[in-house]
């Protein structure tokens, strides 16, 4: 079964508006991290944003902040006045437990166009 | 900041030999890191975790003796690509964590793009 659940394969805004990308997550344990990853063309992964499962308040980081709603396990990326070079693919990840430590696994991304 | 460097970028190999990528942590110990593979325009699927100076843990549906993973020192692990075929022509990218926190996130190597002909 699918843990996490980006359902957004595209979404474009316009350059100085903001976006959500959504993120839905599916897990037992009560102790969990939720990241989101940018991954420009080149193919880099660039962590933007961190939030835990018993955090209070939703995540920020600059332009980036996380939108946690726990009870329907959801962890929405907001952008706010994007830029050209937000243009990239966006992951969902969720960290959990494994046999033998944590193991991170990844939604299946959005790719964000932002527009002139 | 950390740096997590991944060695070769692209390699280009005939079918039925084998390939080695590593993956370096510049300026931390990681007693673990993660092997991941993305198809093009798909998700990364983790493919197993490597373990220093202990046997890696694979995903299920991964070949463990198809894909070699070595971890022999704190900074260093290895994945071999052995026999390799196009099917696993692919976008591999190594990753490690600095710390031990939940909140701790993977730092990612470049990546190394594999094409078998």
């Not at chain 1, 997550?25 to 944003?49: A, H, R, V």
């Not at chain 2, 991941?36 to 220093?52: C, D, I, V």
């Amino acid at each position: 079964a699918q843990k996490i659940t980006q359902t957004q394969p595209g979404m474009f805004v316009q350059e100085k508006e903001a976006v959500t990308l959504d993120c839905t997550y599916d897990t037992s344990d009560p102790s969990y991290g939720l990241f989101w990853y940018k991954q420009p063309s080149s193919g880099e992964m660039i962590f933007l944003i961190y939030q835990g499962s018993y955090d209070q308040q939703n995540a920020t980081e600059g332009r980036y902040s996380l939108n946690f709603q726990k009870a329907r396990k959801s962890a929405n990326l907001v952008i706010s006045a994007s830029q050209l070079g937000d243009s990239a693919m966006y992951f969902c990840a969720m960290r959990e437990p494994s046999t033998g430590g944590f193991k991170t696994i990844f939604g299946a991304g959005t790719r964000l166009f932002v527009k002139a | 900041g950390a740096v997590v460097s991944q060695h070769p970028s692209r390699v280009i190999c005939k079918s039925g030999t084998s390939v080695k990528i590593e993956c370096r942590s510049l300026d931390f110990q990681a007693t673990t890191m993660f092997w991941y593979r993305q198809f093009p325009k798909q998700s990364l699927m983790l493919m197993a975790t490597s373990n220093e100076g202990s046997k890696a843990t694979y995903e299920q549906g991964v070949e463990k003796d198809k894909f070699l993973i070595n971890h022999a020192s704190l900074t260093l692990s290895t994945l071999t690509v052995t026999s390799a075929h196009p099917e696993d022509s692919s976008f591999y990218i190594c990753s490690a964590r600095t710390g031990t926190g939940s909140n701790s996130p993977l730092h990612f190597g470049n990546g190394t793009r594999l094409t078998v002909t």
